[in-house]
């Protein structure tokens, strides 16, 4: 993928409970919006890019590529920003990145919260009795692969060492790690993600340089969809 060596892009989230716009140009964030929201992403995807592309006097033909989260999340939100950041890319005829949320919240912790023996714990609210969980090292190599569990089973199932917790679902798990004797900290970080953060991802690690194929989107468990009953035999 040829863009230029200080690109302008755009990345967008909606996978989580919020959506999320950042623009980026000669390697500097220059617009960002975040609003939280359970729903509506769909709604409201379209009139914030509007607004970060005015704020930063820009328009969409104007981008040398693209980025989005690819989960997990609501299938929905996930789906509704895999299709428009796909949409973009084609339309424009630029390239486009995906990275995962749990790489976009551990990227967002700023280094005054972290000690070098520290495991971050990125926990996001899988809205049932499981909460999804990726675990990286201070320098934000991964520990752990992305994986769905109890909050009651998730002591024994994290790497040793004290644990620097963040994300929506880290008031799910704290009683639990507590009560188990592990020594935790609550990071101070919004727990929504924010796309500057994808964007910074995306430059630092020159995910533009190299072709990801289609991009694909990071589901921890089947949809909650219930499968129609079968209809009696016509008599």
Avoid: W
């Avoid at 009139?47 to 989960?71: K, N």
């Avoid at 798990?173 to 796309?195: C, F, M, Q, T, Y």
């Avoid at 989107?217 to 009696?232: E, F, G």
Wanted: hydrophobic share 45%; with cysteine.
């Amino acid at each position: 993928m040829n863009i230029p060596e200080h690109p302008t892009l755009l990345g967008l989230d909606t996978a989580g409970s919020s959506c999320s716009v950042a623009v980026m140009k000669n390697g500097e964030v220059v617009a960002t919006l975040l609003e939280e929201m359970r729903r509506g992403q769909s709604e409201r995807l379209l009139p914030l890019i509007h607004d970060v592309l005015d704020d930063a006097g820009l328009e969409l033909m104007d981008m040398d590529g693209f980025a989005v989260t690819t989960g997990p999340g609501g299938f929905t939100g996930v789906r509704i920003g895999l299709a428009a950041a796909q949409g973009f890319a084609l339309a424009c005829g630029k390239p486009l990145v995906g990275v995962s949320n749990f790489e976009v919240m551990a990227r967002a912790v700023p280094d005054c919260e972290k000690d070098s023996d520290q495991v971050l714990a990125v926990l996001i609210d899988a809205k049932r009795a499981d909460i999804f969980v990726q675990c990286f090292s201070t320098d934000l190599s991964a520990l752990t692969e992305p994986f769905s569990i109890a909050p009651e089973k998730m002591a024994s199932q994290l790497p040793e060492g004290s644990l620097l917790l963040l994300g929506d679902g880290v008031d799910q798990v704290v009683s639990a790690l507590s009560e188990a004797g592990r020594k935790i900290v609550v990071s101070k970080v919004n727990p929504s993600v924010d796309a500057q953060y994808l964007l910074n991802i995306a430059i630092e690690r020159k995910l533009f340089t190299h072709d990801q194929g289609r991009i694909s989107p990071l589901y921890l468990r089947a949809p909650d969809v219930s499968l129609p009953k079968p209809k009696p035999p016509v008599r």
